[in-house]
C-alpha cells in the first residue's frame, strides 16, 4: 500500500534553531534538516520539506501567515505539518483556521526546547504531527477538525489551543475543552471532534480574503486603569494606523468605571471587541448593572467577543477588517462564538 504524502512546511523557531559561535541559539534549520532529524518519519510517510522562511514566531506577521495559506492551498500532498516557534502557534494556527477550508489533515507544531538541548522535543512533537496527520480518524474528520496544533503528543484544536508557559515542555493546553486526541504509543486515540460552527460562520464570510493589514490595538484592563492611551491614539495622524482594537476585559466583560468614557469613545471610532482577559470566555451578557459592566458596554456598541482568548479575538478582527467587512456583520461573527 503506498504511504500518505505528507508535505512539511518549515517557518523557523526554536525548533529550527542552532548554536552560533558564543552558544547563543540562531534560526538556521530548514525544512530538510527536521526531517533528516527524524529518520522513521520514512517509514510512515513520503515526506515532502519545504522551507518557507527562517525567522522567531514572535516576528511573523498576518501577511505571512496569509501567504502562508496560500501556499498550503496548493500542496498537493494528503497532509500538511507547518514547523514554527512556539510564541505566537495560538494565534498563527486560529489564522490558518480562519482561512483554511481543506479535506486534509493541517497540523502545526513546534518545539520548547531547542536542539542544543539534552532531549529537545523538537523530533518527537514532529513525528507525532506526522503520525496525527496519516491517522485514520484524523483524515477522514480532517475537515471537522480544521486546523490542529500537535504539541507534547497532544491535539488540541486551533480556536482553543493556548501557550500557558514561556519555558516548560508542557506548554500548550486547551483550557476550555481539554485535547481532541492523544497520542499514545504509535496510535492516535480520539477524544472529541470540536464545536466548530462560529468557525465555519466566519470562514463564509471571510472565503478568498484579500484586503491589506487592518492593524488592531490590544488593550488589556488592569487595577485602576483608566484606559488614557485610548484617546492619544485616536487623536494620532490616521489614529496610528489602527482600524480597530480588542480590549481584554475584566471577568465576565467589566472595565474600570474611570475607563468608560476612553472605551465608549474608542467603540465609537473603530470596530472594537470585548473579550475575557481571564483567558477564555463565554463572557456574561446580562447579569451586572453599572456603567462599565457587560449591559452598558454592549448597549454602548462594544463588540461582544465570546469565548475566544484575546489575541485570538484580535485576529479573528484583523481577519474581518482585511476583508472589509462591516461592524454588524463582525459583531455577529463574533456573537456566534457565545
Ligand atoms: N521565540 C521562539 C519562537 O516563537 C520560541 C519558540 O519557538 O519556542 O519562534
Redesign the pocket.
Known amino acids: 500500500m503506498s504511504k500518505p504524502r505528507i508535505h512539511v512546511l518549515a517557518l523557523?523557531?526554536?525548533?529550527a534553531t542552532r548554536p552560533d559561535s558564543t552558544g547563543a541559539m540562531q534560526m538556521g534549520l530548514g525544512a530538510d534538516d527536521l526531517v533528516a532529524a527524524v529518520p522513521v518519519l520514512k517509514e510512515i510517510a513520503e515526506i515532502g520539506a519545504e522551507t518557507v522562511s527562517r525567522?522567531?514566531?514572535?516576528s511573523l506577521s498576518f501577511d505571512q501567515i496569509h501567504a502562508l495559506a496560500t501556499r498550503i492551498r496548493d500542496v498537493k500532498a494528503d497532509g500538511v505539518v507547518v514547523t514554527?516557534?512556539?510564541?505566537?502557534?495560538e494565534e498563527t494556527s486560529f489564522l490558518l483556521d480562519l482561512l483554511l477550508d481543506l479535506e486534509i489533515p493541517v497540523i502545526v507544531t513546534?518545539?520548547?526546547r531547542n536542539p542544543a538541548l539534552t532531549s529537545p522535543d523538537g523530533p518527537g512533537n514532529l513525528l507525532a504531527a506526522v503520525r496525527v496527520a496519516t491517522d485514520d480518524w484524523v483524515r477522514k474528520n480532517a475537515k471537522a477538525l480544521g486546523v490542529v496544533a500537535v504539541m507534547l503528543d497532544e491535539v488540541y484544536a486551533a480556536s482553543d489551543v493556548l501557550k500557558v508557559h514561556p519555558t516548560r515542555l508542557n506548554a500548550f493546553a486547551s483550557t476550555q475543552t481539554g485535547p481532541l486526541a492523544a497520542l499514545v504509543e504509535d496510535r492516535v486515540v480520539p477524544f472529541a471532534l470540536p464545536v466548530r460552527n462560529a468557525v465555519v460562520a466566519a470562514r463564509s464570510k471571510l472565503a478568498g480574503v484579500s484586503g491589506k493589514a487592518a492593524p488592531v490595538a490590544l488593550f488589556w484592563m488592569s487595577l485602576d486603569d483608566d484606559a488614557a492611551l485610548m484617546p492619544f491614539m485616536l487623536a494620532a495622524p490616521d489614529r496610528l494606523g489602527f482600524r480597530g482594537a480588542v480590549i481584554a476585559a475584566m471577568g465576565g466583560g467589566h472595565t474600570p468605571e474611570r475607563a468608560t468614557e476612553n472605551v465608549i469613545g474608542l467603540a465609537k471610532a473603530m470596530p472594537t471587541v470585548v473579550s475575557p482577559r481571564a483567558g477564555g470566555g463565554p463572557m456574561l451578557r446580562k447579569t451586572y448593572g453599572g456603567s462599565s459592566s457587560e449591559i452598558a458596554l454592549r448597549e454602548a456598541g462594544l463588540i461582544w467577543g465570546g469565548r475566544l482568548h484575546p489575541l485570538k479575538a484580535r485576529v479573528l478582527l484583523e481577519t474581518c477588517l482585511r476583508a472589509g467587512l462591516d461592524r454588524a456583520t463582525i459583531a455577529e461573527l463574533f456573537d456566534a462564538f457565545g
Open positions: 523557523g523557531g526554536t525548533i525567522v522567531g514566531s514572535h514554527q516557534g512556539t510564541d505566537t502557534m513546534a518545539a520548547m
